[in-house]
């Protein structure tokens, strides 16, 4: 990122910090330890026709059809991949009106800013289509007017987070695992790597294990949306709480599949899990076993490396960062060393990162930089935007 000199100082005003993902969105102020408002990437409309009598409006984030009879979701990104409706799938974005939706609660209603005072950075992937940035600074400028804006890779901003300039960043999100190196402080997009699973896919394949015995059987229309988005919502918290990632997993399946562990319901009902608990997550390495020609994420990341030039290869084996909320699956940092130590050269130093707030490791990188005295001659400003136009977002933001 090159600096300019219009650019003004937003430190006094914090600027906020914008980290859109495919479950979630997270959003909060520079300087921040963490995001203040975290909601479902997702926007609802009425699955009723217009006008009928006592039927609800349109909803966004965490206010969706999960909660609310009789509505659809419209979401940010070009599929349904987790939840009721992913947000921005595989960083992808389709339903621009959604997105507005979205950020505007965030925004007015959530941190209770007034755009017009607020800088935003907002996080996006490595290889996000040039047309997509401008339209994004198209939005925040003309449609929020905000006063200044930057766009910064994520998996720069989770390395950020834990103090690191370069290093492998593993990012397993909902609906993608990505894998990108990053060399001080810049993504080397041609060595990225993504596996089209993350942990909607983990969720849909332990209902699969399940099977339809407790009720989760698929069903069309807008009552069964709404039993859809509450089933999948019970499924993320039963991974949440039972599922993990074997460091052995044909050992433990051997072994372990006799062990049953309870989890208890809403209605007091009970769900037994066996070796359910650890085959669902066994997908993000092995996805075969949902038939997914895929490699894993280990195989993945090993490639990533393969694909840097040879001078940085040994730094970042030595500095693998983990983010993404998939990564919160009890053992995967630990399985991901293993596997990778296995895989890597003889002699060579593996050494994985990790920390307890990695799911939201892009936005806290986000919101460390933005609040340096350094960054502020990075800002594009309105009147640049005004100047050069949506393009100045490709000239600008590295």
């Known amino acids: ?17 914008m980290d859109p993902g495919s479950a979630y969105t997270k959003a909060g102020f520079s300087g921040d330890e963490r995001p203040r408002a975290v909601l479902r990437s997702t926007a609802g409309r009425p699955a009723y026709p217009p006008g009928e009598s006592g039927r609800v409006g349109g909803f966004r984030g965490s206010n969706v059809a999960a909660d609310h009879p009789g509505v659809y979701s419209a979401s940010p990104g070009p599929s349904e991949c987790d939840g009721v409706c992913d947000g921005v799938c595989d960083g992808l974005i389709s339903d621009w009106d959604a997105l507005e939706r979205l950020w505007s609660s965030l ?39 905000v006063p200044a804006l930057q766009l910064s890779h994520a998996p ?33 997009p041609h060595a990225a790597r993504s596996l089209p699973l993350g942990g909607a896919h983990v969720s849909a394949y332990l209902q699969r294990l399940l099977g339809e015995g407790v009720g989760w059987k698929e069903e069309e229309g807008g009552v ?19 599922c993990y990632v074997s460091q052995d997993f044909e050992r433990e399946l051997q072994q372990r599949s006799a062990e049953v562990t309870e989890y208890r319901l809403p209605d007091n009902t009970t769900v037994a899990l066996g070796n359910e608990r650890f085959r669902c997550a066994e997908l993000l390495f092995c996805p075969s076993l949902a038939g997914a020609a895929q490699p894993g994420v280990h195989i993945l990341a090993t490639g990533s490396v393969q694909e840097s030039a040879p001078e940085w290869r040994e730094e970042l084996m030595a500095n693998v960062a983990v983010c993404g909320g998939s990564s919160l699956l009890g053992g995967f940092p630990e399985r991901l060393q293993g596997e990778l130590e296995r895989l890597a050269p003889r002699g060579a130093r593996v050494r994985v990162f990790s920390s307890g707030w990695r799911h939201y490791a892009s936005w806290l990188g986000g919101s460390v930089i933005a609040g340096l005295s350094s960054f502020q001659p990075l800002w594009i400003t309105s009147a640049d935007y ?9 000239q600008r933001c590295y």
Do not use: I, W
């Open 1 to 17: 990122m090159a600096g300019h000199n219009s650019s003004r100082d937003y430190l006094g005003d914090m600027a906020v910090v």
């Open 386 to 394: 005004q100047e050069h136009g949506p393009d100045v977002v490709q």
């Open 224 to 242: 069964a949306c709404e039993r859809r988005g509450r089933r999948r919502s019970l499924l993320r918290e039963v991974k949440r709480q039972s």
């Open 156 to 188: 720069v901003l989770a390395l950020y987070s834990y103090g690191l300039v370069t290093g492998l960043v593993v990012d397993a999100g909902s609906s993608a695992t990505r894998v990108c190196p990053v060399v001080t402080g810049y993504c080397l």
């Open 107 to 145: 925004l007015q209603d959530e941190l209770q800013v007034t755009p017009e005072e607020h800088a935003v950075l907002a996080t996006d992937p490595p290889l996000t289509p040039p047309s997509q940035r401008r339209r994004l600074a198209q939005l925040l400028f003309e449609g929020f007017g």
